[in-house]
T-cell receptor, first 113, second 112 residues
């Protein structure tokens, strides 16, 4: 079992719809969770971080964390073609003793006009 | 602030050649990282440096060496490049006690 798993996609949604991206992780003691966006040919950029169970909203983005079920999700409301990118889920496992992150392989999102 | 910078942006090597990838950050971060990204494999940690003067192996260190030259700079060296090292290499940094990592623009390396 991979430490961080994501569906590779592509996830296709029409403009204006809600895109839902999911991620599961194996280390039950993980405490920190991140969503990065990566445009083709570019570097990852942080969208959101979440540390507590529940929802965290930032503009059109909402991160959801459920530690009991070991999943974290990212909702993008009113999706725009400019949201088309690969979204990377990253988790800081409890036992690393350092700020090492484990990344999923990413989900490719395509938003059609 | 330039953030995290990397040089070169692109590089083509022949098998057996050596080269050094350079990384620098101007955010006064203590910790720095080197990743490689391959299709279907995601980001994999090669080496990291918790602070100036320390380096440790990550998930895929074989074939690489690193130097933490000072607080700002962290270089990655390929002593004898192999085709399996064809990849996109990213450098990242993070603040003390912070989990968020900030990435450089990447180096696209092709080994023929």
């Amino acid at each position: 079992q991979k430490e961080v798993e994501q569906n590779s996609g592509p996830l296709s949604v029409p403009e204006g719809a809600i895109a839902s991206l999911n991620c599961t992780y194996s280390d039950r003691g993980s405490q920190s969770f991140f969503w990065y966006r990566q445009y083709s040919g570019k570097s990852p950029e942080l969208i959101m971080s979440i540390y507590s169970n529940g929802d965290k909203e930032d503009g059109r983005f909402t991160a959801q964390l459920n530690k009991a079920s070991q999943y974290v999700s990212l909702l993008i409301r009113d999706s725009q073609p400019s949201d088309s990118a690969t979204y990377l889920c990253a988790v800081k496992p409890m036992n690393t003793g350092f700020q090492k992150l484990v990344f999923g392989t990413g989900t490719r999102l395509l938003v059609s006009p | 602030n330039a953030g995290v910078t990397q040089t070169p942006k692109f590089q083509v090597l022949k098998t057996g050649q050596s080269m050094t990838l350079q990384c620098a950050q101007d955010m006064n971060h203590n910790s720095m990282y080197w990743y490689r990204q391959d299709p279907g494999m995601g980001l994999r940690l090669i080496y990291y440096s918790a602070s100036e003067g320390t380096t440790d192996k990550g998930e895929v260190p074989n074939g690489y060496n690193v130097s933490r030259l000072n607080k700002r700079e962290f270089s990655l060296r390929l002593e004898s490049a192999a085709p399996s090292q064809t990849s996109v290499y990213f450098c990242a940094s993070s603040a003390p006690h912070g989990d968020t990592q900030y990435f450089g623009p990447g180096t696209r390396l092709t080994v023929l």
